[in-house]
């Protein structure tokens, strides 16, 4: 009963159309009274040879009345519990969803995305069935049941009542045994279907991988054999949750054969008429159904309750990311600086970055460099508030960034990682989805800026044209530079290019950066890249190793250094030319 008292918050919400649910359920359960008792009057004017046609259909009318009334009942407590079940599953789904949504990336890193989505999917179900079918089988086994007790023992005989029901105690006992076995069953359960979805996330998200490398046959052998296990889990569920039919089956026949050989006797004495006997047995056949539900209650109470912990488990889950409640609500703008003394991933026991200092005024760009590795990115996830427990202070428009509102802070910002997130939508919808209001005008503007207007006037469709599940049918370079147009259609305060350039040529990238050196003459960008000639025209250079600054300056103060930077630009040049000479020939 552990669950009813956990979604006690959502009972008390919704009690008037549960308490309405409920009437129906008692009027469907007092009607249903009727037509056992009477039959058994029809049965016995017939045995004694007294009904008459108006005794018919006064006693078929009122069948007819209590059939309808029926109906009304059934469909009051169907909408009301039904259409509350449904309720709740939305509730909980909206309330999952923005606890995703508010989520920082610790708890990414922590949860799989086919874990998250089999508690967004099989566990919600799960909940929502005690929610419908499990109020509908407690509050059902006890209305139904115990009102035709009441008629059993009042309209026929009290003495054969407690004879048939003797047997029924033993459900109790095998529904508290078993229930507890289900509940861990279950769990394991739902664990293993998290991992099989996990897996087919994976398989089918990766699939240009595993066919580029031929190990189909390998993934498939790998998941058939998480399917076994899947499988072999799901089966003890199974064994032990059909063990719930036979023995309920068991009891309701040991309640026949106390009824059928009480119940002759009753009658042999004339203590009952066999009409009575007629009216005990049909009675006695209505308390199948409450039986059987109290069977499939324990079930759905321990599925539920398996469930229900692993959901608010999620959602008990903190962010570390605070977004104050008084914090401040203006866009930053103005110079940044930032002052780390040190920073490590959670659970990591080195530290990432360690002393890395830079300020830049207003319309300045900085270039960072170094090896893979070296916590380019990770100076990107400091910016972007990703992460907020570090030493130091970083400060973005005579504010520090952590007073900031986030819905303030960061639409300031416009982001593009290296391998960008495009939706399954037209090339319009990828790039207005910071700003759904943009004009046709804006749009075609920041896609002029990212070097991108003559690929789309080439599309079939242009602007309608449909990219496909994560940009899939555009190429690695239109994918990067459509990013990079959705970043500019915010016009924002600070451009972070987090190797965003890596998939377009060399002309591309040029065109690109002089757009953007022209015209964010007072707004700050920041690139980080491996192709050095993407930070040349930067004022300000510096190159990371293993998270510290190890050298600093212009492209020409860093040539004349000859350190890292002079190397990797001469290989790089060295590269270039080569390229081109083959391609001459």
Partial sequence: MSIFKKLGWYFKLEWRTYLFGLLGLLLTAILAIIPPRMIGLIVDAIHGHQLTLKTLLVQLGILAIAAIGQYGSRYMWRTAIWGAAANLEKTLRQRLFKHYMNMDQTFYQQYRTGDLMARATNDLQAIQ?????????FADSIITGGTTLIAMMTLVNWRLTLIAVLPFPLLAVMAFYLGQKINLAFRDSQAAFSRLNNKAQESITGVKV????????????????????????????????????PITTLIIGLAYVATIVMGGSLVVHHVISIGNLVT???????????????????????????????????????SQVVDLTD?????????????LQGFGYPDATTLTLKNVQFNLKAGQTLGIVGRVGAGKTTVMRLLLRQFEHYQGQIDFGETNILDYKLDAYLPAIGYVPQDSFLFSESVRDNI??????????????A???????????NFEQGYETLVGEQGVSLSGGQRQRLAIARALLIQPELLILDDALSAVDAETESHIL???????????????????SSVMQAD????????????????DELMAQKGWYRQMFDRQALEMKVREATDEK
């Fill in 129 to 137: 069935r005690v929610a419908g079918g499990g109020i509908l089988q």
């Fill in 540 to 555: 300000e250079i510096i190159v990371l190793d293993h998270g510290e600054v190890t050298e600093r300056g212009t492209h």
């Fill in 327 to 339: 914090g401040v609500v203006s866009r930053p703008a103005g110079d940044l600086r930032f002052n």
């Fill in 447 to 457: 896609v002029d800026l990212a070097g991108l207007t003559e690929q789309i006037a």
């Fill in 432 to 445: 207005a989805f910071a700003k759904p209001e943009a004009t046709q005008a804006e749009i075609e503007q």
């Fill in 514 to 532: 002089g757009n953007l050196h022209q015209l964010r003459t007072n707004k700050t960008t920041i690139i980080a890249a491996h192709r050095l």
């Fill in 210 to 245: 595993i066919k580029s490398l031929g190990q189909e046959q390998a993934d498939i052998d790998d998941f058939n054999q998480q399917i076994d296990r899947t499988i072999e889990i799901n089966r003890r569920v199974n064994r032990l949750d059909a063990m719930f039919d």
């Fill in 280 to 318: 005990f047995i049909t009675y006695l056949s209505m308390m199948i159904w409450p039986i059987f539900a109290v069977g499939m209650l324990f079930n759905t109470m321990e599925r539920g309750n398996a469930s229900y912990d692993r959901v608010m488990r999620l959602i008990n889950e903190h």
